[in-house]
Structure formats: structure tokens, C-alpha cells
């Protein structure tokens, strides 16, 4: 029973480990990175993040270039927009969140095996 409270725990932790790109900080390499993105379509999304600002939505993407409703709906689940502050803070809360969780689950595991 404690293995598969531990392996429980992994797998919450794993869902917290997978980080979504944030398309207002990505580089070309991390936009190369999503499936059906080459360098040019990853430079399309930097052009236009400079010529237009910072995303506003993931929705925004199907405004680039060569972003059709296909390719979006592929994306789209690997996508987010935050600023560049909201993503240090939340990348350096997402570990000790985690953590926590995976300790508080496998605490509860140990419980239920005790009973």
C-alpha cells in the first residue's frame, strides 16, 4: 500500500513538473520545442510579440502568421501569457507547492494504511 501511495505522489508531482510555454517569455528554442513549430514559425511569434507587445491570451497566437485553427488547437493546451514576474514567482512557488501536496498525500496514504 505505501508503494502506491508513493507512486500516486510521483504522479501529482509529474502533473506540477510538465510547465506550460509562456508565449510572453519563450525563446525560439522553446518555441522550436512545441510540436509543429520550426524556426520560422518561432520567429513569426517572437516578431510579432515585439512588433505588438506582450499576448494578451493564447487565443492571440491564431493572429500570427501561419498559426492556423489546427496548429492552435495542437498548441494550445501547451500554452500560457503571464508576464515575466509572475512566472519566476509562480516557477520558484510551483517546487514547494508540490512538495507540500506530495508530502500531505503521502501522509494521508501512510493514514489510511495504519487504519
Known amino acids: 500500500?505505501?508503494?502506491?501511495?508513493?507512486?500516486?505522489?510521483?504522479?501529482l508531482f509529474s502533473q506540477w513538473a510538465i510547465?506550460?510555454?509562456n508565449l510572453n517569455t519563450a525563446t525560439k528554442e522553446e518555441l522550436?520545442?512545441?510540436?509543429?513549430?520550426?524556426?520560422?514559425?518561432?520567429?513569426a511569434i517572437l516578431d510579432y510579440r515585439k512588433?505588438?507587445?506582450a499576448f494578451?491570451?493564447?487565443?492571440?497566437?491564431?493572429?500570427?502568421?501561419?498559426?492556423?485553427?489546427?496548429?492552435?488547437?495542437?498548441?494550445?493546451?501547451e500554452l500560457t501569457v503571464a508576464p515575466a514576474a509572475v512566472r519566476a514567482a509562480s516557477a520558484?512557488?510551483?517546487?514547494?507547492?508540490?512538495?507540500?501536496?506530495t508530502k500531505g498525500e503521502i501522509r494521508a496514504a501512510e493514514a489510511h494504511v495504519r487504519k
Do not use: C, T, Y
Request: proline share 7%.
Open 1 to 11: 500500500m505505501l508503494r502506491s501511495a508513493i507512486v500516486l505522489a510521483l504522479a
Open 19 to 21: 510547465a506550460a510555454v
Open 32 to 43: 522550436i520545442a512545441l510540436p509543429g513549430i520550426g524556426p520560422a514559425k518561432a520567429q
Open 51 to 53: 512588433a505588438n507587445g
Open 56 to 77: 494578451k491570451s493564447v487565443e492571440e497566437l491564431k493572429d500570427v502568421k501561419g498559426i492556423g485553427a489546427k496548429r492552435f488547437e495542437k498548441l494550445k493546451p
Open 92 to 101: 520558484s512557488a510551483k517546487p514547494a507547492a508540490a512538495a507540500a501536496a
